[in-house]
Every structure is written in C-alpha cells, then in structure tokens.
C-alpha cells in the first residue's frame, strides 16, 4: 500500500469576530450611500416633472449599486487578511463614491434627460 497524503486543512486567515466586525464597519458607508440614493430618488420623483424610464433606471441602480459592490468586495477579501480585507472593502467604497458622484454629475447636467 502507497501512503496517502493526509489532507490538512488550511487555517482560517481572520477570525469570525473580525471579519463581522469589519463587515459592519465598512457597510455603514455603504448603508450611507444607499440612503443617499433613495433620498435623491424620491426627491426627483416627487418633484414637479416625472421621471422617464431612463431616470427610474439610472437612479435605481444608484440605490443597488453600493449593494452589489459591497457584495462583490466581500466575496473577493473576506478569506484574506484583516488589512487585505480592509483594503478591497474600502477599494468598492471608493469605486461607489466614483460612481455616486458620476450620478450627481449627470443629474446636475443632462438632467432634463432624465424628465419625462
């Protein structure tokens, strides 16, 4: 009989505490974010011109756009270390902000695009 090599089991890198903690840290700015978006959104949609279809999409997916880059930045860092962790969760914030502010750009721009 061959020896069989015994499977070892790779340790955690960041305990559970930490990673939560980090977790919810960090998804307080994304929270703020999304706050933001739903608060513009309603405050465009209830003002004097309705929006069109392409202002209800852009200004949606400002709402789910945080939600769908703090998923993506905890999938990518959570298995990493604390400060790799920490990096890739404040890469997606910054990535959001870029993109809140793209948001607020063109809204102050072409807004009138966005009226129906």
Request: net charge neutral; aromatic share 20%; glycine share 6%.
């Amino acid at each position: 009989m061959s020896p069989t090599p015994e499977k070892t089991a790779k340790p955690r890198i960041m305990p559970t505490w930490l990673i939560v903690t980090l977790s919810v840290f960090f998804g307080l700015f994304y929270a703020y974010f999304v706050w933001n978006a739903v608060e513009f959104l309603i405050a465009q949609a209830s003002g004097t011109v309705p929006l069109n279809a392409y202002g209800w999409f852009v200004l949606l997916f400002a709402v789910v756009f945080p939600l769908i880059a703090f998923g993506t930045a905890f999938a990518i860092g959570w298995r990493r270390t604390w400060w790799e962790f920490s990096l890739v969760l404040l890469t997606g914030l910054a990535v959001t902000a870029v993109f809140w502010l793209d948001v607020i750009a063109y809204s102050a721009t072409s807004g009138s695009s966005m009226l129906g």
